[in-house]
């Protein structure tokens, strides 16, 4: 058996780094990620446990619960290979005893089982003659797969959410029912994935991130899992666990809310690296609002560290809670901290609170601004293009008859909600904004508009779905006023801290106060009403891009649906 194989060399290039990924949904993990995780372990390893280097510990054991390409896998066992050398100075011997004791894998297809086993086994049996282990029993080794079936109820899956209709195949077809996931006792199929009863000291990989959920109409809407994997993973009780996720769940979302609220809670999480850009870290693919990795530490709960990265470079590092008093998200930035502690320090002065990001209930901007649909218009609501007796004004974008949005009219009557805000002067405001983002690159690069243009709405009007109101305002000049503020750059970096996707609420202005509108704002009037310092005005500079309020609605900037 050749020494190279063994140390697995000769791999220029690396075919991992080459290899592309299966879809959006199961993404490939680069070595150079993989290999930023495993040193993020042992550095936080080597703190908690007195300098001791972790891949010189044969005892120690590794679960990748969702292996694909096996470069986890493959990884640590390399890290391994040179770090027990001198305890066991048989190469052959202290591979086998590797790969047979101390590395672990659930593979998520029969495909990238097989993949797996060739990464790390050189071989896709792992007790074929061919296999750098010795002591293998079976050809899955310890890298397990099996078919799994979904658990149907109502048309989707009562374990992932899939849907019934997606994926409720034939049986050569691959189903998509990760083993991990499906079962309601991840700790108790250990014995049946790897013969025996066992404690993992790390779980780290980086899971399937959505499966389709049958929504949309058309098969599109798909629905997160990857939360289903952490979660599981905290089931079975390893000293860290390190995943690799989507960053969606810091503001939380669909199907996310139950899942940002335990992670807020759980001080154990000490360290998240934080990938603006998704490209930074998984070239080539879409996958809106960034990526993420963690490693969360079961016997040294604690503050946690923050490191964001932007366009290939630490943009910053911030020790902190991930709950801020006053906060139920995560505040992905770390230059907001002291941004939001400043605003929440003047407005809460009146009232003595302190060390909260929260405002007062009655000076938050929010309590103008509507539900959604606030007069109970639905989007393709049919607006008429001429005025009948008893109509009032009607704004839409992308209804029915028209080209993209306009001004129509509708009955009174047809306004079912909020009446008491058809008659005073008010803001209209699109519900949904596609950032671009800077200079036509990926929608999650700087500087982002945040919010379409608002525009006046005057008495006796209404609006779709597609839009939100806010209001009731006391005259035209007030109305214009408060479209002042929306157009200010920090007005719009509050709201983009609360804003998980293209879609606004009434929640997503939390973090916003309001302000005397008997007069226009400006950013430079806001900045030194907060008293932000340089460096903080040069980030919220630097993250939001310039709104004009010329046009009005009829042109309203990309409001998507």
Not at 130 to 154: C, L, P
Not at 245 to 260: E, H, M, Q, V, Y
Not at 301 to 319: F, M, N, Q
Request: negative net charge.
């Amino acid at each position: 058996m050749a020494k190279a194989a063994l140390e697995f060399r000769g791999r220029n290039p690396d075919v991992l780094s080459c290899i592309a990924n299966l879809s959006n949904d199961e993404v490939f993990t680069p070595p150079e990620l993989a290999n930023q995780m495993l040193d993020t372990l042992a550095s936080e390893w080597a703190e908690a446990n007195d300098g001791e280097d972790i891949w010189s510990n044969s005892s120690v054991t590794f679960l990748d619960p969702c292996t694909k390409t096996g470069v986890f896998l493959r990884e640590i066992t390399k890290r391994l290979i040179e770090g027990l050398a001198s305890q066991m100075p048989d190469l052959g011997q202290r591979v086998d005893h590797i790969l047979t004791k101390q590395v672990y894998g659930l593979a998520i297809t029969e495909l990238t089982g097989l993949l797996a086993r060739r990464t790390l086994y050189c071989s896709k049996f792992a007790d074929g003659q061919h296999s750098v282990a010795t002591s293998f029993g079976s050809s899955e080794g310890n890298i397990w797969f099996d078919q799994q079936d979904h658990s149907w109820r109502r048309g989707s899956c009562t374990y992932c959410g899939a849907s019934q209709s997606e994926f409720d195949r034939d049986g050569e077809l691959e189903a998509h029912a990760y083993a991990f996931i499906h079962t309601a006792d991840a700790q108790g199929r250990v014995p049946e994935f790897f013969g025996g009863k066992m404690q993992f000291d790390v779980v780290i990989g980086n899971p399937p991130y959505q499966l389709a959920d049958g929504g949309g109409g058309n098969g599109t809407s798909a629905a997160p899992i990857y939360q289903l994997f952490v979660e599981q993973a905290k089931k079975l009780d390893p000293r860290y666990l390190s995943l690799v996720i989507p960053s969606r769940w810091f503001a939380g979302g669909k199907g996310l809310d139950d899942f940002r609220e335990s992670m807020l809670a759980d001080n154990r999480t000490r360290v998240i690296h934080d990938y603006w850009l998704v490209g930074d870290v998984f070239p080539g693919v879409a996958i809106q609002g960034g990526v993420c990795y963690f490693l969360w530490d079961r016997e040294h709960p604690g503050a946690c560290r923050v490191i964001t990265h932007y366009d290939g470079k630490v943009l910053s590092s911030s020790t902190r809670p991930l709950m801020e008093p006053g906060s139920d998200v995560f505040i992905r930035y770390n230059e907001a901290i002291s941004i939001l502690k400043r605003i929440a320090a003047v407005e809460n002065a009146a009232d003595g609170s302190a060390d909260t990001l929260a405002l007062p209930e009655q000076k938050r901007f929010s309590r103008l601004v509507s539900s959604r649909n606030p007069f109970g218009l639905p989007s393709a609501f049919k607006v008429r293009a001429t005025q009948r007796a008893g109509d009032v004004i009607a704004y839409w974008n992308g209804g029915p008859g028209f080209k993209k949005s306009g001004k129509g009219w509708v009955s009174r009557s047809d306004a079912t909600d909020a009446g008491h805000l058809i008659d005073p002067w008010k803001v209209f405001i699109g519900k949904a904004y596609g950032d671009r983002g800077g200079g036509g690159a990926s929608r999650d690069a700087p500087p982002k508009a945040v919010l379409g243009r608002p525009f006046v709405g005057e008495p006796g009007s209404v609006c779709t779905e597609t839009y939100l109101c806010i209001g009731p305002l006391g005259s035209e000049s007030e109305a214009a006023n408060v479209c002042s503020y929306i157009s200010c750059k920090l007005t719009r970096f509050l709201v983009m801290l609360q804003k998980p996707s293209q879609n606004t609420t009434k929640k997503t202005y939390t973090f916003v106060p309001q302000q005397d509108f008997t007069k226009p704002w400006t950013d430079a009037e806001l900045y030194e009403k907060y008293g932000l310092s340089e460096d903080e005005i040069a980030f919220v500079e630097w993250m939001i891009r310039p709104m004009t309020l010329d046009g009005g609605h009829d042109e309203v900037e990309d409001l998507d649906e």
